[in-house]
């Protein structure tokens, strides 16, 4: 079975804004799409239903919620992730989020500061599409954004063997490029930072990230961060390749 979607009713709702970057709008949907990316855009590509009709659904990642790797006309990879709450709250309110602004939402917000991002060339994923459905005070949301191939995260990595201490500097050289650019990442952990098959360092994740001025003290506060994740998972796993001087060899990488 193949899902379609009416794209005559799609072109009379479009709003074409700056770099290839497409807003629509039907009824009470909202979404952004990178045209450069996508031609045949469709709301539905914004749903698991559609990949898993059209069988092109190539892995999926269960933590929070379901994240489902999808393939584009054989030729790209994407990750389609729903947002769902986290916390005590997220036991009473699943996926809900108070509306107040559509620039607010969790959805635009990701999208639009990954489009930065891609702007200055900083390794963090490319943003495909995202939505949003809006019920009166609240609404939920959807983000497509390109895949890292090949990649995983320092946590499965670090699984499995120790990292070079070129690769910790190189680490902490990355993290560094995205704090001069003034970018905050909420939630700056172990299984958010990724090496591809090229040791290619990435940054993945970056809900309720956003652009801040960079003279401030926020840069401590997301190293203090990762540091937490790396003795955390150091005193979980059974096998984990941390040692404290790989936080000095990460830290020199970041002060070059």
Sequence with gaps: MTIKSDNKILKNNLNQLENGI??????????????????????????????????????QAHGRGTTYFVEYEGQQQWVLRHYYRGGLI???????????????TRAFAEFNLLKVMHQQGLPAPRPVACRVIKHRLSYQADLLTS?????????AYLSKQPLSAKLWQEVGAVIARFHQQGIYHHDLNAHNILIDENNKIWLIDFDRGEQRAVKTD????????????????????????????NWQQLMQGYNS
């Design 22 to 59: 497409v807003q629509y709008q039907q009824n009470n949907t909202f979404c952004l799409y990178d045209s450069e990316l996508v031609a045949d855009f469709t709301i539905e590509m914004l749903t698991s239903a559609y990949w898993l009709a059209n069988e092109k659904v190539l892995g």
């Design 90 to 104: 997220g036991k009473l309110i699943h996926d809900s989020y108070w509306f107040t602004s559509m620039a607010a």
């Design 147 to 155: 895949r890292i191939e090949n990649g995983q995260d320092l946590v």
């Design 218 to 245: 926020w840069q401590q506060g997301n190293l203090s961060r990762l540091l937490r994740s790396f003795n955390k998972e150091l005193n979980k796993l059974p096998k984990f390749h941390w040692q404290p001087e």
